[in-house]
């Protein structure tokens, strides 16, 4: 968690260079701008190598200075910082962002699993906010948030355009405020406001149940920085029960570590067989990550994994290990389909860069980005369903393991 600059988040949910501007200036001195005008910058990283012209950033600035009437409000840092984000949005990438000081400091707080928010996972889904999956007994869960809701407005600002991080931003706020979502749903004719009440968020990351049919079920919520551990013991209590039968219920469960991912797949599978490969484009050999092989379940495991549209980057990863490698079945909706890697980097002290860096594919070199996985069963759990309490997809996965 502390050291940023290997952090890897998959979804969810999470995220090179001190780019300094000023460093490209002085590359090429045949065009070499009206540097005279700007007083008390420096550049003191790395100058680029680039044929870039920077005449046009540097017009603009003087310009600012020269006709903008609030000029003088405004920073010359936070002018640079401006600058970088309008970079890091060229990408034309929701999931790669830069965060200016304050930023930085709520995304340390969300990554360190208690901030003050609705408790839900956002991301974009053709190119629209979509909700990943609310967390449990958070204010969104109770506030009836669903997977696949699209959020069209966030109080009064429409979220057409808007990145991740600045969408997060203005959900989340003090305990205690309210803060109104309008939303459409796919089954509802009309959007619809939700009024939701801010509160301070604590992530939650697995339950166990033994069924009275001999079922053992691990609900997992997140991907978090313990829950290699809590499997570990879910594992132990699984055998305990002397049972064949295993449940992982990873609907609307966002994503997290990948090392957690990698962990919890190893239970499954021997050593060395492939969980995910991570592809960092053509010119860069991808990385393969492979099964740690505690493995200690043989053919006879009866393994049904659940899966929705909340079901998202490090989900992703093992349920389509686990679908690949014929060692589990995959029961619910097609998952959401979060499939690329950021790393969030220090910039300077206070300030990050997360960065999508690579792309991700199942062990049969399935592309998890944008398609999801599709389940060997699809169920769809209608209102009805809801209405009434049923489980659908859960009642399919107990048939099958029931056989």
């Not at 991080?165 to 205690?176: D, M, P, V």
Request: charged content about 25%.
């Amino acid at each position: 968690m502390q050291n940023f600059s290997k952090t890897r988040h998959i979804i969810t949910v999470i995220f090179l260079v001190a780019l300094s501007f000023f460093g490209g200036v002085y590359v090429s001195n045949h065009n070499r701008p009206e540097i005279d005008k700007i007083i008390g910058l420096s550049n003191k990283e790395t100058q680029v190598a680039t044929e870039t012209d920077f005449s046009p950033f540097w017009k603009v600035w003087n310009t600012i200075n020269e006709k903008y009437p609030k000029a003088d409000k405004i920073t010359d840092q936070n002018r640079v910082y401006g600058a970088i984000s309008g970079l890091v949005s060229s990408l034309d990438d929701s999931y790669s962002v830069f965060f200016n000081p304050e930023d930085a400091k709520a995304f340390e707080e969300e990554i360190a699993g208690n901030f003050t928010g609705i408790g839900m996972e956002v991301g974009i889904k053709d190119k629209i906010l979509t909700v990943i999956a609310p967390l449990k007994d958070t204010p969104a869960y109770q506030a009836n948030i669903k997977p696949g809701d699209k959020i069209l407005k966030i109080d009064k600002t429409v979220t057409s355009g808007l990145d991740i991080e600045k969408a997060i931003k203005l959900i989340r706020g003090e305990k205690g405020t309210i803060v109104t979502l309008t939303i459409f749903r796919e089954e509802e004719k009309e959007p619809m406001e939700i009024k939701i009440t801010r509160d301070i968020i604590n992530i939650p990351t697995l339950d166990t149940e033994l069924r009275p049919d001999g079922i053992f079920v691990i609900k997992l919520y997140s991907f978090s920085a313990n829950s290699a551990n809590l499997f570990r013991n879910a594992i132990k209590s699984f055998a305990e029960a002397k049972t064949d039968k295993l449940i992982l219920d990873l609907r609307g469960n966002p994503g997290g570590y990948l090392d957690a991912a990698v962990d919890i797949s190893s239970w499954f599978l021997a050593n060395g067989k492939t969980v995910v490969t991570e592809d960092y484009g053509d010119d860069k050999k991808p990385e393969i990550f492979r099964s740690k092989g505690y493995n200690v379940f043989n053919d006879k495991l009866k393994f049904v994994i659940l899966i929705d549209g909340g079901s998202a980057s490090a989900s992703e990863i093992v349920a389509g290990a686990m679908q690949d490698h014929g060692r589990a079945k995959l029961v619910g909706n097609k998952s959401f389909g979060k499939g690329s890697v950021q790393e969030a980097i220090k910039v300077t002290p206070d300030t990050l860069l997360k960065i999508t860096v690579a792309k991700w594919f199942t062990p049969n070199g399935n592309l998890i980005a944008e398609k999801g996985l599709t389940p060997d069963y699809l169920v769809e759990i209608t209102q009805k369903d809801l209405d009434a309490k049923k489980d659908p997809q859960l009642e399919k996965a107990v048939e099958i393991l029931l056989k």
